[in-house]
């Protein structure tokens, strides 16, 4: 194995190995939480420095070529694993995430008397499994992938295993979570034995022969397709496949919820780019119809039921599928766009910049619903918010400005992430473009139940005999990571034009 | 002094943040500091936009004291500010206004002081870089940045129905202007594809001689439109506002309708027209008819509104139909009255609403039945409430006549039948402020008044200190409306050029 | 050297002396002056509160001598007049206007008129006033009162004219609702600026009218430029017309003229002085003024001449009607006031110019005698204006009734007091150049008015008294502050006929105006006809002098005159015969009752339902777009029951679609 | 492509088929678990299947049937888990009766 396929795989590597080291150390010094917390987050801390010093990121910045690294390459040049500047932009987010959802649990298990280290090492091993998915260039790799994101899942959902509502949700999680990986399971076979590869870029190749021929798609193949766009779909919780999330994330200890609803998310699409945007591009005018339509659906329904809510987790679980809509639209607009047109990187690159920037405003805004859980007993009723504005202002802040960057008002980060979808939709122009009015009238809606919290923080007392609310140092951390990125991405232009540049050439590593 | 080398726009804008800041750190208990920190503050942010004026040059074209730097170049988005006349004047009008409202908070707001000093002061950030921006992007930024603030004053410092009333401001105005943003980025990328570079594509100098294609400028414009009609507010847009009006604090419902609104009027010249000019003389139609709509009826529904902010909000509902009817006959008396009409309507408007508060904080209430017989136990409240009534109402001499008179001498030229329905407000203006005063101030001292007693004291040296000045603006445009015209007509004429007015058709 | 020097609008036209120019300023600033410092510091004055603003008006009046005497008797300033411009006022582009004055012929009789009067209404306030806590206030007012009507005449623009309008409008209303607790006064305030804002809609109408065909507003330019384009055809004969319409309409306003002459009696609430000054000598006017000096324009245009006339006659009958029931003294005054305007938009309509502004000026002294002496009758019975409790009280206020006697034969037009020359002369001229059905109704007005006035005085001055018990021993004759100005108006009430108006129809006051009114008379061909004592013109006096004579007579027959007793049984059974028209006249012909209909309760219905309108269908659909959110929401809700079998279901129908989607959509 | 993979395909689509209805119909966790594994048992009989028909495939088929049996194991081991947690808290298994959380 070479030095730079060493490096290639070194993060995966270290975060797998965090894991293992938090079971045994978990084993050899048990009920040490804190020890284990420190470990796991100094571990990420140093994966994600080894991630940037890997690279390869803008700029040649990174030990790794621009280009990337390919791992197991067969005599067409292509290899199973790639290390390319979109893995390295995925892998940043999914530490992050990592991280912070690392950080936002630990103030909320402890006073539960839930176990830290098998928390921890289930998220490593879903982490390790969404890195796999943003690596993978193999359908095979994708499938393990895919199973290693989503098993951990199940169990972190069920988590607090003595909850009823928290089994309730994992249960329906993992049955609808295993029938739908069948479902995809059987769209993979199918286009493997239709294209008669697992390779990613053979199976580009042979479609590419397939589109050219202007021969109609072979019953097998739209199966295939069929059937692996209802599995995505479901993994990214798009409408109308999207009915396990309010459960899922309503049950789950707060903090696992906040996981859910950016870490499967954004490896979802990270394996719809490995594999629908790599692997049946050139199908893209047949899928393109079924991404506008669910990318309609899916913003539109899940923000007006959002609208209507009063769980500020089921609130939240229906504003992330809206969201999954807006990073939807950047797919369309990517699928939309003429293939090599300047249009279609800009899709993906919007697609990539909202998941990371959606990765941990969302994340903030479930830390923030958790930190004011600490103390067992609170509801998730968002009348718990009401007068928060007073009794913990830095909670009260930090929800405000999550919020606001959720509803996409500038010069907060989620203002460019929307800004950046609708520069590519409206560049895709038809229908698309469409999208992007629909879009802004959801986010109008959107408002709406975002600014309610504001309300309820800030615009209604607190009932008599609230009792203020104290804030751990690992959540106060985790908030103020996750704030100063939302603020500083928005307002230091330096670390927009990065963020956007990283995404740029993750999104054009793919094309 | 040389102040040509100062970024002094940037100064202008960013000089409130910085008191914002300082603010946050003041411990809450000192509420004589923050008070004091947030008027020094907005008092600085007012000096250094007088400082403007010396180096301004009205006979020139084009932008001054412009200051461009990169910040999104991969979209050729730029920080990139510059002013004109008509920028000027409202942005004086900004400053002015804000350390008026902020000095007429200082008894009103007595909860949560430092969040309100801090809000207030992040609004006259927003406001002020709308007026300047010449970046689309940026503009568009600074729009929405004066929305949260305004929120937060109404939601929080306001009426017994305050949510739902900002909750209503702040969805209606997302609406209008989350389609802007459509529209901005739709032209942006226009010019980019016609061009092949990013470079400048938001950059109103650049955008401004691009000519658009006709079916992009026809939905842009309809976007622009309808973030900007909802703003000032354009009937059938305008009920959020005697809601936000009326829940808002003093000091909220002055900067509302003495900036907030203004906003809209000025997106529409300064954007509107001379980017999408085809597009305009195509809506220019309809808009002058919905124009025409909200003078009168604006007027007519002020006549029965039984709460005084209600009733000056609806007058806003008319005196703004002004501004969009002037802006949209094309024609440069017209938009120079619009203009005007607006810096006077912000003066005029913002004074009743505090004269409204100097009632309010005695009584706590406004209902204009309750009221009656002020003029004796207060006279000059009632001297000032009366003098802008009648400014109000357009008197000649006062500043509101001007600007008035000039729309409507644009229309007559455009059309003689608009100008008279228009002119009919002269009527209805005088009958509902004059009815209302009549009810407040004259006849004998109501139950409700006497009720009070001692409390009922005339206006306090404070209370002077925030209404003498616009006094004193109120008989200076009145008088030498020069001051503003002079300002303004270079940059009108360079709009109009743009727009190819006047406008044709077949009009009466 | 004048101090500016800016170019005058003609050539012919001078700028005046530096002293000139600097005593225009003064007749504005002085007022002005005046009505700042005692707004400011008035209150402190206490009893004095006079001090500032009467000194300031006698300046004014000595000033505006010098002008007058400068201006018509030396000729300083030429035909054209003297104009000059302070400072430019609007620039906006193409449209500027100046703040500039002129002071010609027309101006200084103006002056004459409103300096003089004004001159001493403040001074018999210092009477009237002198024991209301208010004064301070009332001698405020007056004096922005002053500076407004000074802009009025002085003005060499129509915009400036048209601020002066205004604001002259705004001083009435202050001053009628100077009593604001009492809601009938602040009524009536805020009805006549209303109305006159309808006028004034339409003067401004005019304004724009002129400027959008001339491009100017000044009235050199104007007047010039406006025929001129008429004539080339650049613009239609009924643009004219419209032009004129539209300014005669601010006339109307101003000036009371039917349908618009509703607020002036309301206007009576305001204390009498303001009565007098306002609303009978200056301010009502200034609409005949208006249309004097748009003579060049309405030269051109008969038809809208015409309509004035028509108006002016008719007001002029329908007021005199109203004024022969009326109980309460001022308010015959007041529409003795509306029917004497009448009779000057009729002189105007006619063509007859120049005695319409000799009438102006008559009517301007002897109905501010009357007003200032129905203050002193009111004064002397304690603040009571119903002539029905009145009765007898010449004996006991002595000189009030000989000044209102002289002013009363003025105004019925008896030789050789000042309005019968100037009324002789507008029927006069209204019979020879056409117009026999003005001079008709004029005949009949005459009549009436002579019976009105005699009415008047005849309730007021002789038979019994009626006065309170309480108040009778205590009737007084005024103080002299108030009784030197009415001497002081008598004087010209009697005499400024004689003087002005000698010979009949070419009496100086026509050789004053010949230059100001020379486009008209040139325009109207009007020949100057050798007036024949012992021909028509001799017949018409005759009749005018019989017809007044005549209801004097009748009016002293019924209501008593000196020692001559009334005689209320007749009135009763005369009043009881013609019982439709006695109510009619005593309802003022139910305009009131008109308005009110009209205006509160179906314009109040109006705005209600606009209001409605607002709330219900314009913020319903918002709203409604809002709950039709939620309420979609609410309704996808069902969708998520909780159960996983219906969950896979959906997943499972959703799956079929896509499959079968992906079967139509493939290639 | 030759008769004899159709004919394996329909089988295993078949299989799958019923597996999904198993899935539907059933209110038993465990039963529904089941019905997942003869899913994927379906989609591994495809494999196979294209393993041995498609040339490209030879030899490939087995191995990933083998990987997706791995899988499915691991899969059978978390639901069971989850199962019998639930289970405890709710004392049956019957998912239809799991609806303390809905609209």
């Not at chain 2, 005088?430 to 009070?452: I, N, P, T």
């Amino acid at each position: 194995m070479s030095q730079n396929e060493l490096l290639a795989l070194l993060p995966l590597i270290l975060v797998v190995g965090l894991a293992m080291a938090v079971v045994i150390i978990d084993i050899v010094l048990p009920d040490r939480d804190d020890l284990i917390s420190a470990i796991a987050s100094g571990g990420l801390i140093v994966t994600l420095i080894v991630i940037a010093v890997c690279g390869p990121l803008p700029g040649g910045v990174g030990l790794l070529p621009r280009e990337g690294v390919q791992l197991f390459v067969d005599s067409s040049g292509s290899g199973v694993i790639v290390r390319d500047q979109l893995t390295a932009f995925l892998d940043l987010t999914f530490v992050v995430i990592a991280l912070l959802s690392l950080l936002f649990a630990v103030d909320y298990l402890k006073p539960r008397g839930l176990p830290m280290a098998e928390f921890t090492a289930t998220l490593l091993f879903a982490i390790s499994g969404a890195m796999v998915l943003g690596s993978g260039r193999d359908l095979l790799i994708l499938f393990l992938g895919l199973e290693l994101l989503v098993l951990p899942g199940y169990m972190l959902a069920g988590y607090a295993k003595r909850d009823g509502l928290s089994t309730e949700g994992a249960i329906k999680y993992f049955l609808l979570g295993s029938f739908s990986s069948a479902i995809f399971l059987f769209g993979l076979a199918l286009v493997l034995g239709f294209t008669g590869s697992t390779r990613v870029a053979a199976i580009a190749d042979v479609l590419a022969g397939v589109a050219a021929g202007n021969a109609p798609l072979s019953l097998g193949l739209a199966m295939g397709l069929a059937l692996l766009t209802t599995g995505v779909a479901f993994k990214i919780a798009a409408v109308p496949f999207h009915y396990w999330t309010p459960d899922a994330y309503q049950g789950s200890p707060t903090p696992v919820t906040g996981y859910l609803s950016v870490g499967p998310k954004i490896a979802a699409f990270a394996l719809i780019l490995r594999l629908f945007v790599d692997a049946l591009a050139p199908l893209k005018a047949d899928w393109l119809p079924f991404v506008i339509v669910l990318a309609a659906t899916t913003m539109t329904l899940g923000n007006l039921v959002a609208v209507t809510q009063d769980n500020i987790k089921r609130m939240l679980a229906y504003s992330s599928i809206a969201h999954t809509g807006y990073m939807l639209v950047g797919l369309a607009a990517y699928a939309g766009a003429a293939a090599g047109s300047p249009a279609e990187a800009q899709g993906l690159e919007a697609l990539l910049f909202y998941g990371a920037i959606y990765s941990f405003m969302n994340l903030g805004a479930f830390a923030c619903v958790a930190a004011l859980q600490r103390r067992p007993g609170v509801t998730s009723q968002i009348a718990s918010f009401a007068g928060l504005g007073r009794r913990a202002p830095l909670l009260g802040v930090a929800m405000t400005l999550f919020m606001l960057s959720l509803t996409g008002i500038p010069p907060t980060a989620g203002f460019f992430a929307k800004a950046l979808v609708i520069i590519a939709a409206v560049n895709t122009g038809g229908w698309v473009a469409f999208l992007a009015v629909l879009m802004m009238l959801n986010a109008a809606a959107a408002a709406f139940y975002y600014l309610r919290v504001v309300v309820y923080m800030y615009m209604r007392e607190a009932p008599d005999g609230a009792r203020p609310v104290s804030i751990g140092n690992f959540t106060r951390a985790g908030l103020i990571v996750s704030a100063a990125l939302t603020v500083v991405i928005g307002v230091v232009p330096p670390v927009t034009t990065a963020v956007i540049d990283m995404a740029r050439e993750a999104a054009r590593a793919l094309l | 002094m040389d102040l040509t080398g100062l970024p002094l726009l940037t100064g202008v804008i960013f000089t409130p943040l910085i008191g914002a800041l300082l603010i946050a750190f003041v411990p809450r208990e000192r509420e004589a500091l923050t008070r004091w920190l947030a008027l020094g503050t907005a008092l600085v942010t007012f000096a250094i936009s007088l400082l403007l004026l010396p180096g301004f040059d009205p006979a020139a074209t084009g932008f001054q004291y412009v200051e461009t730097a990169d910040w999104i170049p991969a979209f050729g988005i730029q920080y990139k500010l510059g002013l004109d006349g008509i920028s000027l004047v409202l942005v004086v009008l900004t400053t002015t206004l804000s350390w008026i409202s902020i000095l007429a908070s200082f008894g009103p707001i007595k909860s949560r002081l430092k969040e309100f000093m801090i809000s207030f002061l992040i609004l006259e950030v927003g406001m002020i870089g709308v007026f300047l921006a010449l970046d689309l992007f940026l503009f568009y930024i600074f729009w929405e940045v004066v929305l949260v603030p305004m929120y937060l004053i109404i939601g929080i410092w306001g009426g017994a129905n305050r949510i739902y009333a900002t909750l209503k401001f702040v969805l209606y105005t997302l609406i209008g202007s989350l389609l802007m943003l459509v529209a901005i980025l739709a032209a942006a990328f226009s010019f980019q594809a016609a061009t092949g570079s990013w470079a400048g594509a938001f950059d109103f100098e650049q955008l401004r001689g691009f000519g658009f294609d006709p079916t992009l400028q026809f939905l842009a414009f309809g976007a622009f439109f309808l973030a900007f009609a909802i703003k000032v507010p354009m009937f059938p847009f305008h009920t959020w506002l005697p809601d936000a009006h009326v829940e808002a604090p003093t000091a909220g419902s002055v900067i509302l309708a003495g900036v907030l609104l203004k906003l809209g009027g000025y997106g529409f010249i300064r954007f509107c027209l001379p980017l999408f000019p085809q597009a305009a003389h195509e809506w220019a139609p309809l808009i002058i008819v919905l124009s025409l709509i909200a003078i009168i009826y604006g007027a007519i529904v002020a006549m029965v509104q039984p709460d005084l902010k209600k009733l000056v909000a609806y007058s806003s509902v008319s005196h703004m139909g002004f501004v969009t009817l002037g802006i949209f006959i094309f024609q440069p008396q017209g938009m120079q009255g619009a203009i005007l009409q607006m810096v006077n309507h912000g003066i005029i408007t913002g004074a009743l609403f505090l004269c409204v508060g100097v009632i309010y904080e005695r009584t706590h209430d406004r209902t204009i039945a309750k009221m009656g017989g002020l003029a004796a136990p207060t006279p000059v409240y009632a001297a000032i409430f009366g003098f802008f009534m009648l400014a109000s109402l357009g008197l000649p001499g006062l500043g509101g006549f001007v600007g008035e008179f000039l729309v409507f001498l644009g229309t007559f030229d455009y059309s003689p039948i608009a100008a008279a329905i228009a002119s009919i407000v002269v009527i209805l203006g005088a009958a509902y402020l004059m009815w209302m005063y009549q009810r407040v101030v004259f006849g004998e001292l109501s139950d409700f008044l006497k009720g009070l007693g001692h409390h009922l004291t005339d206006v306090t040296p404070q209370e002077l200190v925030t209404l003498t000045p616009l006094i004193a603006l109120t008989l200076a445009f009145g008088v030498a409306p020069g001051l503003i015209l002079d300002l303004i007509q270079m940059p009108v004429g360079e709009v109009l050029a743009r727009v190819g007015g006047p406008l044709t058709g077949a009009a009466p | 050297m004048p101090f500016f020097t800016e170019a005058p609008a003609e050539a012919v036209a001078t700028t005046g002396s530096s002293l000139d120019q600097l005593l225009v300023i003064a007749l504005l600033a002085l007022p002005l002056a005046g009505f700042g410092l005692t707004a400011l510091v008035g209150r402190r004055l206490g009893a004095r509160a006079w001090i500032i603003a009467v000194p300031a008006i006698i300046v004014v009046w000595l000033a505006a001598l010098y002008l007058i005497y400068q201006t018509l008797i030396v000729g300083a300033f030429g035909d054209a007049g003297m104009h000059f411009r302070l400072y430019e006022w609007i620039p906006a582009g193409d449209f500027h206007v100046d703040v500039n004055f002129a002071v010609d012929a027309l101006t200084a009789v103006m002056l004459i008129v409103v300096t003089t009067v004004g001159m001493l209404v403040h001074v018999y306030s210092i009477g009237y006033m002198a024991h209301d806590p208010g004064r301070w206030r009332f001698f405020a007012y007056l004096n922005f009162f002053m500076f407004s009507m000074l802009l009025l005449v002085l003005a060499d623009n129509f915009l400036l004219l048209f601020v002066a309008w205004e604001l002259v409008g705004l001083s009435s209303y202050l001053l009628i609702g100077f009593w604001y607790r009492r809601r009938s006064a602040a009524l009536a305030a805020k009805k006549a600026f209303i109305v006159n804002r309808v006028g004034d809609l339409g003067f401004g109408l005019g304004i724009m009218a002129i400027w959008t065909t001339v491009g100017s507003l000044d009235f050199g330019e104007v007047f010039t430029r406006l025929p001129g384009q008429l004539e080339s055809g650049a613009i239609q004969p009924w643009m004219m017309i419209g032009i004129c319409l539209l300014l005669f309409a601010g006339a109307m306003g101003k000036s009371a003229q039917f349908p618009l002459h509703v607020w002036l009696p309301d206007a009576m609430e305001g204390p009498t002085p303001v009565s007098a000054l306002i609303h009978a000598a200056t301010m009502v006017n200034a609409g005949v003024y208006l249309v004097a000096r748009a003579n060049p324009l309405f030269a051109q245009a008969p038809e809208a001449l015409f309509i004035v006339a028509a108006v002016g006659i008719f007001t002029c009958i329908l007021a005199a009607s109203i004024a022969l029931t009326q109980k309460d003294i001022k308010r015959v005054l007041a529409y003795s006031t509306l029917s004497q305007l009448g009779y000057m938009f009729a002189a105007l309509g006619v063509g007859a110019f120049v005695p319409a502004i000799f009438h102006l000026v008559t009517h301007g002294f002897f109905k501010g005698l009357l007003f200032l002496g129905s203050g002193s009758v009111i004064h002397a019975v304690h603040d009571e204006q119903d002539m029905d409790r009145m009765g007898g009280l010449w004996r006991r206020i002595g000189i009030t009734h000989a000044t209102m006697l002289v002013g009363s034969l003025a105004i019925v037009g008896i030789p050789p007091l000042a309005g019968f020359f100037s009324k002789d002369e507008i029927l006069g001229e209204s019979f020879k150049l056409g117009f026999v059905w003005v001079w008709a109704i004029g005949i009949v007005v005459a009549l009436m008015t002579a019976f009105y006035m005699f009415r008047l005085m005849g309730k007021t001055f002789y038979g019994p008294s009626n006065v309170d018990p309480h108040t009778e021993p205590r009737i007084h004759e005024s103080p002299r502050s108030m009784t030197v100005p009415l001497i002081l108006l008598a004087v010209p009430s009697a005499l400024i006929g004689l003087a002005l108006g000698l010979p009949p129809e070419n009496g100086t006051i026509h050789h004053w105006l010949e230059p100001v009114f020379r486009p008209l008379d040139e325009a109207l061909h009007h020949g100057a006809a050798d007036y024949q004592i012992l021909g028509i013109d001799g017949f018409l006096l005759g009749a005018s002098v019989a017809v007044a004579a005549v209801g004097m007579i009748v009016a002293w027959r019924l209501f008593g005159f000196f020692r001559l007793g009334p005689r209320p049984a007749l009135v009763s059974s005369v009043t009881g015969r013609l019982r439709g028209p006695y109510v009619f006249s005593l309802r003022k012909w139910y305009f009131d009752e008109l308005n009110d209909l009209l205006f509160v309760r179906i314009g109040g219905v109006v705005a209600r339902g606009l209001w409605w309108f607002d709330v219900h269908v314009i913020d319903g659909a918002v709203n409604g777009v809002a709950s039709l959110t939620q309420g979609t929401g609410r309704g996808l809700r069902l969708v998520q029951t909780g159960r996983v079998q219906n969950y896979a279901l959906g997943i499972a129908a959703g799956l079929l679609v896509v499959a079968v989607g992906y079967l139509i959509v493939a290639r | 492509m030759s008769q004899s993979l159709d004919a394996y395909l329909i089988l295993a689509s078949l299989l799958f088929a019923i597996g999904t209805f198993g899935f539907l119909a059933r209110r038993n966790a465990i039963a529904m678990l089941m019905s997942i594994e003869l899913m994927l048992n379906a989609v591994n009989l495809a494999i196979v299947a294209f393993g041995a028909y498609v040339p490209a495939l030879a030899g490939h088929g087995a191995l990933i049937a083998l990987f997706v049996m791995a899988v499915a194991a691991a899969e059978a081991t978390v639901g069971l888990a989850i199962v019998i947690a639930i289970y405890r808290n709710k004392r049956t298994p019957l998912v239809d009766e799991y609806a303390s959380m809905r609209e």
